[in-house]
T-cell receptor
Framework: SQTIHQWPATLVQPVGSPLSLECTVE??????LYWYRQAAGRGLQLLFY??????ISSEVPQNLSASRPQDRQFILSSKKLLLSDSGFYLC???????????FGPGTRLTVT | GENVEQHPSTLSVQEGDSAVIKCTYS??????FPWYKQELGKRPQLIID?????GEKKDQRIAVTLNKTAKHFSLHITETQPEDSAVYFC????????????FGRGTSLIVHP
């Protein structure tokens, strides 16, 4: 069966510091991968999605970037964090564009 | 692109009552409608979904109905229990573009024992 991992689970970072969040999927190949952000008490905001290695589409221009160095690895980065970057970051995967999305356990980021 | 409206934003019911959450979508080309349940501090979990060739789908106490003509779909929970308390998100995915689901803003369901 498929499993999705995210780490770290919790992160507290000062404003202006860099960020790297990692997501990996097991048990499938060539998944579609997604990064979402959820502010406290709010809905899901799609940040990036990828249909293959090196293929990244951005939904919201901001100080975040994403990379997919391997088939089942998706990384979310920032060079300088802002206070507004605080939130719950969720990685998700699907077998393809016509299939269900499944979410990872999430990373709770607090920027201080 | 797609636009999804979800109502109500908060729903409070007594244990044993039914709960209904409604969503409308804008793009008639949408063909897939999942529902997610998110407990506090946890990830959203897919609980039920429906595709555009079906009008209703049931799974124990949960059902989803779809009205393609009116472009709305609803989640029905019967015999609610305190463990049903969570935020519920609807989504719609359309055939065009990137096939990325568009999510509603969520409904906070509170079931009082």
């Amino acid at each position: 069966s498929q499993t999705i991992h995210q780490w770290p689970a919790t992160l507290v970072q000062p404003v202006g510091s860099p960020l790297s969040l990692e997501c990996t999927v097991e048990g499938t190949s060539n998944p579609n991968l997604y990064w979402y952000r959820q502010a406290a008490g709010r809905g899901l905001q799609l940040l990036f999605y990828s249909v293959g290695i090196g293929q990244i589409s951005s939904e919201v221009p901001q100080n975040l970037s994403a990379s997919r160095p391997q088939d089942r690895q998706f990384i979310l980065s920032s060079k300088k964090l802002l206070l507004s970057d605080s939130g719950f970051y969720l990685c998700a995967w699907s077998s393809g564009p016509f299939y269900e999305q499944y979410f990872g356990p999430g990373t709770r980021l607090t920027v201080t | 692109g797609e636009n999804v409206e979800q109502h109500p934003s908060t729903l409070s019911v007594q244990e044993g009552d039914s709960a209904v959450i409604k969503c409308t979508y804008s793009d008639s080309a949408s063909n897939y409608f999942p529902w997610y349940k998110q407990e506090l501090g946890k990830r959203p979990q897919l609980i039920i979904d429906i595709r555009s060739n079906v009008g209703e789908k049931k799974d124990q106490r949960i059902a989803v109905t779809l009205n393609k003509t009116a472009k709305h779909f609803s989640l029905h929970i019967t015999e609610t229990q305190p463990e049903d308390s969570a935020v519920y998100f609807c989504a719609a995915r359309y055939r065009g573009g990137s096939y990325i689901p568009t999510f509603g803003r969520g409904t906070s369901l509170i079931v009082h024992p």
